[in-house]
């Protein structure tokens, strides 16, 4: 029986790891393992309001174990030039699941403080756990003294001391309420057990987030505590303290209902996704349930009931070309066609002419149309939607009725020109942006000026655009619609790729333009790979091995790969520092751990290709025993170096930065620090569809690496 991975051991309590907890209602709570915040969006009850987006509410419990001859911090805090208080005098350790537990030790005790959100409830429940170690201490009287510490600030600012904040405090059920300011909700922190509530109002001054200085933006903070709970315990004690934006009636359900109810859940949760991905996989694997179950973290439902998908934690709200490029790892390749299919169809009815959103605000609704390609990424999700949908024609059918009219609307927007600064040229490739635009995914800036230019004819944007024209083709054919691009546009359209983007080694230019508007653009990024990954390939057939190759010798890392050449005179070793230092190195050489999917896609074709070209020159085997040791040498040896190569990302980096997630991105040199968002979908969703196309091209392989991961060993109970 499967007891658990090596994230559910004891980590090391430092600053550097950080963890997440989410509710499926877009709110959050987050920390390091050391019990210190270090960023602005550290909180225990970060909330996602309606109509106003996610607030910090609850920041932090400032708690105390107050004994007859010392007062024991269970949490701390920086302040200019210190910590206060001294957490690390008494933190054993860390555990991360199933969910953030921090051990304390001290003379006589263990006490064990647990923090788990509520699903789709705005609630966080702090539960403390005391043990004697000793004979003398069991029947020892002791204090746990609590002060919450309030924000109530949006989570991408700070707040300082002001005359605005409502100090009163009102009573609750087992608690007390508080409102500091009219336009947000009411918080209600509740607890069990025998206590009082001293109200004593009073700012806490100058609360620094170091993370926050590192990356050039405001560092310091002040927090208010309306007062302090003062719970007397005895070893043996096992107290929840809550803290929601609704009163909770403890008279019919208590608190540690409440929270046997959530590991509940979440226990059943976990083993559903396991049972799903080894049912459909007919395998045991562990990785893949657990990359399945994590990414449920990104999904979440607004207050007007709309399914989303959160582009990463903790700053990132909800991007459409995020969504369409996480949305098959995230849901229907993982077992969540339902969710995958409800999300898609929302995408769909989000269209305005045609386009789809890049951008939706908390409560669900669009409001950006600002990207070129996200709108070509939704042909993708229907084809990959459609063949998880597998025999299913109902489904298929069902959802044909809604994808095809949205790949038809799409189109006709950019043929009709109401997609902004994109036109279809009379070669039949799409010309987009101007030199001052950044409308595909490398978009950073630097002083209000691109950084990566690709204005002119990028190469991913015409592999999307040709891949949407020709799944239309076959999406006409199907339905009898009227084909909206025949085989000889489609057949022109490559050709023309083919003259103006095959370099002579056989990869391809990173963006065309004519000689009077600059000329190519020869830049070695892996955009190419889109060109031979997609199902309706745009890139020549002769061109998709040196494409991988050159790809694999110079961009891939452990972590994925490189956003340019280590060669080229723009390149960025590191990711980090300040805005304008992290923005120029965003797409110059900082590695991506979304592109592993399109990697993937692209090598696995190009091997099936070699080994189909080795079956068609060899004589046909004389019996089914002579065709069974005819093993694909190619695709294994292909499949297990990816594998190895890519093994610290699965193993290694899960037990840093986000514990249990994958990075937005890493540094493009050794040691490949992560950077960016902790816990990132694409990167997520995209690695865990990488593993799924390297078992599928090679299972035994595959079985085989995974036995050797150390924390993903099974074990018996």
Not at 391 to 401: G, I, P, S, T, V
Not at 634 to 647: N, P
Request: glycine share 6%; with cysteine; charged share 20%.
């Amino acid at each position: 029986m499967y007891s658990g991975t090596g994230i559910d051991k004891e980590l090391q309590a430092d600053v550097d790891r950080e963890w997440l907890e989410t509710n499926g209602l877009g709110d959050f709570a987050s920390s390091t393992a050391a019990g210190i915040h270090t960023r602005r969006y550290h909180g225990l009850l970060v909330a996602n309001i309606e109509h106003m987006d996610r607030h910090v509410l609850l920041s932090a419990l400032e708690d105390w174990i107050c004994r007859k001859n010392e007062s024991i911090p269970l949490s701390g805090r920086y302040h200019p030039g210190c910590v206060y208080p001294n957490v690390q005098q008494c933190l054993a350790r860390f555990a991360a699941s199933p969910c953030p537990t921090y051990t304390y030790r001290m003379q006589g005790l263990e006490i064990t403080k647990s923090v788990a959100l509520v699903h789709m409830s705005h609630t966080v429940l702090v539960r403390y756990q005391i043990r004697a170690l000793d004979k003398q201490t069991r029947s020892e009287n002791i204090i746990l003294r609590i002060t919450p510490l309030l924000a109530f600030r949006f989570f991408h600012a700070l707040t300082h001391a002001n005359m605005d904040l409502h100090v009163k405090t009102y009573p609750a059920e087992y608690g007390f309420k508080i409102q500091p300011y009219n336009a947000l909700p009411p918080l209600f922190m509740q607890a069990e057990g025998l206590f009082d509530f001293l109200p004593s109002p009073e700012w806490i001054n100058r609360v620094e987030y170091p993370m926050e200085r590192e990356r050039g933006f405001d560092y310091s903070e002040d927090l208010f505590a309306p007062g302090l709970f003062e719970i007397h315990v005895v070893p043996g004690d096992d107290i929840i303290v809550s803290a929601s934006t609704a009163e909770l009636p403890l008279h019919s359900r208590g608190l540690r209902a409440l929270w046997d109810e959530e590991m509940a859940r979440r226990q059943k949760t976990q083993t559903e996704v396991k049972n799903r991905i080894h049912a459909r996989a007919h395998s045991q694997s562990q990785l893949l349930p657990f990359l399945a179950s994590q990414m449920e973290d990104f999904l979440y439902t607004t207050s007007a009931g709309k399914r989303l998908l959160l582009a990463g934690y903790p700053w990132f709200g909800s991007w459409g070309r995020d969504t369409l490029i996480a949305l098959p790892g995230a849901t229907f390749l993982a077992g969540r066609v339902d969710e995958g299919l409800e999300i898609l169809s929302n995408l769909a009815a989000s269209a305005r002419d045609g386009i789809i959103p890049n951008t939706f605000d908390g409560d669900g609704y669009p409001n950006g149309w600002n990207s070129v390609d996200a709108s070509l990424w939704f042909a993708w999700d229907c084809q990959l939607l459609l063949k998880a949908l597998g025999r299913d024609r109902e489904k298929q059918a069902a959802f044909l009725d809604i994808c095809a009219p949205a790949v038809y609307n799409i189109i006709s927007a950019f043929r009709m020109g109401r997609v902004p600064f994109a036109r279809v040229a009379s070669s039949g490739l799409l010309e987009t942006g101007t030199p001052q635009t950044q409308l595909t995914w490398m978009d950073a800036q630097v002083d209000g000026k691109p950084v990566t230019p690709r204005n002119g004819y990028p190469v991913e944007i015409q592999a999307l655009w040709y891949n949407t024209l020709a799944f239309a083709h076959k999406l006409a054919k199907k339905r009898n619609d009227p084909d909206p691009c025949p085989s000889r546009e489609l057949n022109a359209i490559a050709s023309q790729f083919a003259a103006k983007f095959v370099l002579p080694d056989g990869t391809l230019c990173d963006v065309w333009r004519a000689w009077e508007d600059g000329g190519q653009d020869t830049a070695l990024r892996p955009n190419q790979l889109i060109a031979v990954a997609l199902p309706e390939a745009i890139a020549p057939r002769e061109s998709w091995k040196p494409i991988v190759e050159k790809v694999r010798e110079k961009l891939l890392t452990p972590y994925g790969p490189r956003t340019l050449s280590p060669d080229d005179r723009d390149f960025c070793p590191t990711y980090g520092g300040g805005i304008a230092q992290r923005d120029g190195a965003y797409h110059q050489g900082t590695v991506w751990p979304w592109l592993l999917g399109v990697y993937t896609d692209a090598l696995v074709r190009v091997l099936n290709l070699e080994e189909a070209g080795k079956s068609s020159a060899k004589p046909a085997a004389s019996s089914e025993k002579a065709a069974a040791k005819a093993k694909p040498q190619a695709l294994t040896r292909g499949v297990k170096d990816l594998l190895k190569t890519i093994q610290p990302l699965v193993t290694t980096h899960l037990t840093q930065a986000g514990i249990g997630h994958i990075s937005e991105v890493f540094s493009a040199t050794e040691p490949y620090a992560p950077g960016g968002s902790i816990a990132q979908a694409w990167s997520e969703a995209e690695v865990y569809r990488s593993l799924l196309i390297l078992r599928a091209a090679d299972r035994e392989s595959f079985e085989a690496w995974e036995k050797g991961l150390k924390l993903f060993a099974i074990k018996k109970a």
